[in-house]
């Protein structure tokens, strides 16, 4: 799943995500209607967007999805002590 402040590609355009919910695999986004130039800011539409996870184009990680691969290192699980408990 993206996170907040992500730019992803979906049927209507390029979006920049606000909110993710996890448990029902859907992101809240806007639209982006004008880039970023050094005049003026990005320009993002008044209404937000709901897409589920299947719809959304992330583009660079699209050739993680087929080897499962999430493209971030794994995180150790460490106890209090400090010592390795993988399970």
Do not use: C, W
Not at 2 to 18: I, M, S
Not at 62 to 83: F, I
């Amino acid at each position: 799943m993206p996170e907040q402040g992500d730019h992803v590609r979906t049927r209507d355009g390029e979006v920049v995500v606000f909110d993710v919910n996890i448990l029902e695999n859907k992101i809240k986004t806007r639209l982006v209607l004008e880039e970023r130039t050094e005049d003026r800011p990005q320009k993002l539409s008044t209404e937000y967007y709901v897409y589920a996870k299947e719809e959304i184009d992330r583009g660079d990680r699209s050739e993680h999805k087929s080897t499962g691969d999430k493209g971030k290192p794994r995180k150790k699980n460490r106890g209090r002590s400090g010592q390795r408990n993988d399970r």
